[in-house]
């Protein structure tokens, strides 16, 4: 990874509309495509499902969920090692990286699936961290534009899409995470019913942020990209509290 290094530093620091990179052929296709062949359907695991205005999506974060090469990438994604390719590449220091993968693990998304864009949540629920950067491997073959799913990164003020990244097999994207590095791929997909957009997700964190950074602690917040209408509040949280419940109970 060392011999990215210096490129890659320069072409992350230097993205707009924020920090971030774009890195092909990351991994070793033979180990993901172990993680593909292991990657669980709509069926056999109890997924977590997001579904309301702004997404319609399944994750897990449970390890008990996920197969040995998963688990195997996750590890590394998540090693002092990569950390300090981290460190060296954004220019954050001291990340932390998160072996329960809160929000993260398994992401998966079926036809007329979407994610709305949006800033993440900025804060770790359990430990209190501040949350950094995003990392996402994507692990779809054959993914070809017509079926959308790129990821869109929006300017600040949510007037222009600088960048939509397809979310191609062995493509990962890496960007800083701040109350106004917005992202998503809010268009429905459009793939054939038997395939789905899979990736792996990973957060990390830091004890602290840069002052000029720091807001209030938030949960998601989701934005209109110019022209979309504004659904009503009470119907949003109509829509929160049914998957909430349905989580609860387990349907």
Not at 42 to 61: G, H, V
């Amino acid at each position: 990874m060392k011999c990215l290094l210096p490129e890659a530093t320069t072409r992350y620091r230097e993205a707009a509309p924020f920090p971030h990179i774009v890195l092909d052929d990351f991994f070793d296709p033979e180990i993901l495509n172990r993680v593909l062949e292991e990657f669980p359907s709509n069926k056999d695991i109890q997924w977590i499902q997001y579904y309301d205005t702004n997404q319609k999506k399944l994750a897990n974060e449970n390890e008990a969920g996920m197969g040995l090469f998963t688990r195997y990438v996750l590890y590394s994604l998540n090693s002092a090692t990569f950390l300090k390719f981290l460190e060296e590449m954004t220019g954050i220091s001291n990340l932390i990286s998160d072996p329960s993968f809160r929000g993260g693990g398994l992401h998966n998304i079926y036809r007329g699936g979407k994610l709305g864009v949006h800033a993440d949540f900025n804060k770790h629920e359990k430990f209190n961290i501040d949350r950094r950067l995003n990392l996402l491997l994507y692990l779809n073959k054959d993914w070809k534009e017509e079926y959308g799913g790129h990821i869109e990164l929006w300017d600040r003020d949510m007037r222009q899409c600088h960048k939509r990244i397809l979310p191609i097999f062995n493509r990962v994207v890496v960007f800083t995470t701040t109350d106004c590095s917005y992202h998503g791929h809010p268009d429905p997909l459009d793939c054939p019913d038997h395939m789905s957009r899979k990736s792996l997700a990973l957060y990390y964190y830091t004890n602290g942020r840069p002052e000029e950074e720091i807001g209030q602690h938030h949960s998601t917040l989701f934005k209109l990209r110019p022209g979309e209408a504004v659904e009503s509040t009470a119907s949003i949280k109509a829509q929160k509290w049914w998957r909430r419940l349905k989580q609860k109970w387990g349907s």
